[in-house]
């Protein structure tokens, strides 16, 4: 015999029909308990986890890897520093120097290492240090070691490929490298906070242009100015004038790039060093003339080896001016872009179409478009189709013999 609750029972049983009573919960008393403790309840499993305080570096075990071992980086593995490991063990120790260093400057090294266990949310703010940017210097700074350390992976592979710029920039990295590492500092805690604004450093732009690879234009290509890269990289930095004179007027190259904005025309002021740059000596084939986009004078220079060498000893002489009168020319074009784009209402950064193509009309219309007030830019709207207008007449902005009916009838 089946029951209500889906169970069995005989017959002759004299027990009620009532359901199976139900056990209650377990009761749990959380009186006098830690705080955040957890209560069990019975039959769950419970994983225990007992932590232990991080295990600290010690100075005289550091010292024990170092004085046997150090050449092969086994105290930089011991404190955590495995780049430095590798470093070592393939470099023995950087050639010896930096294992001697380690030895005099071993107790920073475990409070470093010491500090980053103790705090390692703090393990991606760690500044470089100058210390390990002078053993990554010498001696293997001079395939661009210490460059790859201070993140500025171009010039390392620069340095790689020209032995440290033939020797030079590596020299002069000796005396620049606090800066450099200051400058690294502040430029990666910039990058932690996205408030990084893009600038170029006057020591690299030297380091560029001294060296022969300023003959090439490497210092101009470096500060974003390709044009007279190119000229530089075809002309072996203007015959090598260019390429010194360069050496005395790097402060303003590098001022000019950093600030763009602080000119009136932006990247397209003309410059009078610039131009007499050009001017000397391939002016007799107009090349300043094209600097001030004079085009049609670059053209006729180009042609008549600058007017026979006559037009260009003159332009030697009123140089000045002609810089003033492209500026100012420039700045006047600019000033009637401006109010154009004023006028139609768009942002001096959009970009004008000087062309719309519609879809064809039929025989006999004439396209009206509203007049668009000044401040607000709509798009012209598409002209509705052939069945529309016939449709409708001719009622529409699109008209056409009625209109012109309409028209007649008015005068």
């Known amino acids: 015999m089946t029951t209500d609750n889906g169970k069995t029972r005989n017959e002759g049983d004299s027990r009620s029909d009532l359901p199976y009573p139900v056990a209650p ?10 705080p955040n403790s957890v209560t069990v309840m019975p039959g769950q499993n419970v994983t225990v986890v007992i932590a232990h305080p991080p295990a600290l570096k010690s100075l005289a075990e550091a010292y024990l890897l170092c004085v046997p071992l150090g050449l092969l980086g086994f105290h930089h593995f011991y404190l955590r520093r495995y780049g430095f490991g590798f470093l070592y063990f393939f470099t023995l120790g950087a050639c010896g120097v930096g294992w001697l260093v380690d030895l005099i400057r071993m107790p920073a090294l475990v409070k470093e290492a010491n500090r980053r266990i103790q705090h390692p949310e703090n393990d991606d703010v760690t500044d470089l240090s100058v210390c ?216 001096p950064s959009a970009i004008i179409r000087r062309e719309i193509f519609y879809p064809p009309l039929p025989a006999g219309t004439v396209y009206q478009m509203n007049p668009v007030p000044s401040g607000s830019y709509a798009p012209p709207t598409q002209p509705p189709s052939y069945e529309d207008t016939m449709a409708t007449g001719g009622s529409l902005a699109v008209g056409g013999a009625k209109n012109e009916e309409n028209d007649h009838e008015k005068f």
């Open 25 to 34: 919960p377990p009761t749990t008393t959380t009186a006098g308990l830690p």
């Open 132 to 347: 390990d940017a002078y053993i990554t210097w010498f001696p293997l700074g001079i395939i661009g070691l210490h460059h790859y350390y201070l993140r500025n992976y171009h010039w390392g592979v620069a340095y790689t490929f020209t032995a440290g710029f033939f020797g030079i920039g590596w020299i002069v990295d000796a005396f620049r490298l606090p800066f450099m590492v200051r400058a690294t500092n502040r430029r990666l805690e910039l990058e932690r906070t996205n408030t990084l604004p893009h600038s170029y450093s006057l020591g690299e732009a030297y380091v560029l242009g001294v060296t022969p690879a300023g003959l090439f234009g490497a210092h101009h290509f470096y500060l974003g100015r390709t044009g007279f890269g190119v000229f530089y990289l075809v002309t072996l930095g203007g015959c090598g004038v260019g390429w010194i004179a360069d050496w005395f007027r790097m402060k303003w190259l590098v001022q000019r790039a950093n600030n763009p904005d602080r000119q009136v025309l932006g990247k397209r002021h003309k410059f009078v060093d610039d131009a007499y740059l050009l001017a000397f000596p391939f002016g007799i084939f107009g090349l300043h003339h094209f600097y001030l986009e004079r085009m049609v004078w670059g053209v006729l220079y180009a042609c008549t080896v600058g007017l026979f060498g006559i037009g260009w000893l003159v332009d030697l002489c009123r140089m000045p001016c002609l810089v003033s009168d492209a500026n100012k020319r420039i700045e006047e074009e600019l000033r009637i872009m401006a109010e154009i784009r004023q006028q139609i209402g768009i942002q």
